[in-house]
């Protein structure tokens, strides 16, 4: 049966027609083409597949070093120097503006790198990527304007820099030693950190230790404009200081409108932070009571009950900024004695005139026991009436009190009164003062009261009339 099958077969094949055999050619052809096509395509895939096979390796292994510590980051150069690595090209760019800030802030001057700048992407441990603070420094070396310094900062305000540590250290100790100067248990410091750092600063700001001590001293200074009509004394009373210091300090001798002037204001440079240990006993003040009296003339004041400070024992820390309390640690606060209120009488009647009438009255009552006149070889300026101490004193006449006080001239205890019409009287050896200095009294008002003070043989008033400051015999004047 098989060979039956073949021989049909291969009858009918050489019975095919010539067209149909070129037919089968170009098919046979075709299948050639097709075969090939499909090899490279298979090769192509294979290409496909194996480079994918060594990116995902090649991420695998990055994956692995990323993960071990390493990350991607850039070697930054500036004008082929190193100055640091980085993580972003952002980071080493904002640390440039923060440098530029820092050194402008220091000497009013410009930073600009000096050389072109590079980065160089690298796979880096994480632990090796510059700081910011040392990639700061590492940019400022690279200014020839920038020299290494000991720079000293108090808070965020730039001071000043010096050649060496131990130099900032002992300026600060210094000052701060001499603001507490004479003042027993009190400490003193800058209210903000002081930071003491050595790094690259602009070259102007190096100075001397005592230079640096001195701008310390004359603390805060202003900028002020001087306007119309302002003199250097206009400008020192408003800042509180005085023309010869603003005219020093900006070494000038006179100010012009316009002019721009440097005035030194007194206040510290940075605020100072002030401890005060109290320990011990201390004073209460008394509390003042007023109340009015229509016996006493307008703008007169007598104490009736003199005040009495009361005691208090105190434990307490009391800090300060610039002076002004902003704590009290209070430790112990025990009342020992407590304060008496002082009282005083307000007057309220109105005032007599100050100018005198020119009629006097006797001005006390008592003996006349020495008159105007010749006396143990001198004149007797005034005459003395004996009484007893403590007799009253009246004003002879309308007047303002010049004098109430203790003299050493053997007068004693003394009241004057001006009478504002050429005529002053005195009132002397007083045992007690009764009216002040500006006091305005009235003829018979009560001004002192007799005693026995200065040179006196015993209890007596001197009184004495004087005209243009010339004595009068007082007998010609009293009615």
Excluded at 417 to 424: E, R, T, Y
Aim: hydrophobic share 35%.
């Amino acid at each position: 049966m098989f060979q039956n099958i073949r021989n049909v077969t291969s009858a009918k094949t050489e019975k095919i027609p010539s067209q149909f055999y070129n037919a089968n050619e170009k098919t046979e052809k075709n299948l050639v083409n097709d075969n090939t096509k499909e090899k490279k395509s298979e090769r192509r895939q294979m290409k496909i597949m194996a480079a994918i096979s060594a990116g995902l390796v090649l991420a695998t292994t990055t994956c692995g070093v990323l993960a071990g510590g390493y990350s991607l980051g850039y070697t930054v150069k500036v004008d082929n120097t190193v100055v640091g690595t980085v993580a972003t090209k952002n980071e080493y760019y904002e640390v440039l503006d923060e440098v530029k800030t820092e050194v402008k802030d220091m000497a009013d001057m410009e930073f600009e790198t000096e050389g072109e700048e590079s980065f160089q992407v690298e796979i880096v441990r994480r632990s090796e990527l510059t700081d910011k603070e040392q990639l700061a420094e590492n940019l400022k070396s690279t200014q020839e304007d920038m020299v290494e310094a000991v720079s000293i900062s108090v808070g965020d305000m730039f001071l000043a820099a010096v050649s060496e540590e131990h130099e900032a250290y002992n300026l600060i100790e210094k000052y701060l030693t001499g603001l507490t100067a004479g003042k027993e248990n009190v400490t003193a410091e800058f209210a903000e950190p002081v930071s003491v750092t050595k790094s690259f600063v602009p070259a102007e700001t190096v100075q001397t230790p005592a230079a640096v001590y001195e701008t310390l001293l004359v603390g805060k200074t202003v900028t002020h404009t001087v306007g119309s009509g302002e003199t250097a004394e206009s400008i020192a009373a408003v800042y509180l200081t005085t023309a010869e210091s603003i005219l020093a300090a900006n070494d000038v001798e006179e100010v012009k409108e316009g002019m721009s002037l440097t005035v030194y204001t007194g206040e510290p440079l940075f605020d100072i932070k002030t401890v005060e240990h109290i320990g011990g006993e201390e004073e209460i003040p008394f509390e003042t009571v007023q109340k009015e009296d229509g016996s006493l003339y307008e703008g007169r004041t007598v104490v009736e009950n003199a005040g009495v400070p009361g005691a208090r024992f105190r434990d307490a820390y009391i800090t300060k900024i610039n002076g002004e309390i902003v704590e009290e640690n209070v430790i112990t606060d025990e009342i020992i004695r407590e304060p008496v209120s002082q009282v005083e009488r307000i007057g309220t009647k109105e005032a007599p005139p100050s100018v005198g009438t020119g009629s006097f009255a006797m001005p006390t009552s008592g003996k006349l026991t020495s008159p105007y006149g010749a006396r143990w070889g001198r004149t007797h300026a005034g005459i003395d009436i004996g009484a007893k101490t403590g007799t009253p004193i009246y004003a002879a006449d309308n007047g303002i009190v010049t004098v109430s006080e203790h003299k050493n001239n053997g007068y004693g205890k003394i009241v004057t009164i001006d009478h504002g019409n050429g005529f002053v009287t005195n009132y002397a050896h007083c045992s007690e003062l009764l009216v002040n200095v500006g006091d305005v009294v009235a003829k018979g008002d009560l001004i002192a009261k007799v005693g026995n003070t200065g040179r006196s043989t015993g209890p007596h008033l001197h009184f004495e009339i004087r005209l243009e400051g010339t004595a009068q015999n007082p007998m010609n004047y009293v009615k």
